[in-house]
């Protein structure tokens, strides 16, 4: 079983950028896919990014392709989420989560692994 746990959260401008965090423990890194979701105050929990156990493949919801890029250091146990030019819209916790086998890497119920979530929120 791994652990997870986000930070860098907080408020920012729109046009602004915020790097959030993801640290593993409990078992070996890279094994595991990572993915980032979030979810707005009254809305379902949304696909953001997702990163291969190497890192050398990723995915992007549109609504972020081109603004955010996930990353992840095997050797430091971390995987981050860089936004950048960030909406109002993109106002919601992120959470990341951990699977060791994803078919898609978009859908929540694919990761049985899952942090505490950070919160993020976007001023206009």
């Known amino acids: 079983q791994v652990q997870l746990v986000e930070s860098g959260g907080g408020l920012v401008q729109a046009g602004g950028s915020l790097r959030l965090s993801c640290a593993a423990s409990?078992?070996?890194?890279?094994?595991?896919?990572m993915g980032w979701f979030r979810q707005a105050p009254g809305k379902g929990r949304e696909f953001v990014a997702a990163i291969s156990r190497s890192g050398a493949t990723t995915d992007y919801a549109d609504s972020v392709k081109g603004r955010f890029t996930v990353s992840r250091d095997n050797a430091k146990n971390t995987v981050y989420l860089q936004m950048n030019s960030l909406k109002p819209e993109d106002t919601a916790v992120y959470y990341c989560a951990a699977a060791t086998a994803v078919v898609v890497g978009r859908r929540s119920y694919e990761y049985p692994y899952w942090g505490q979530g950070t919160q993020v929120t976007v001023s206009s």
């Open positions: 409990g078992r070996t890194f890279s094994n595991y896919f």
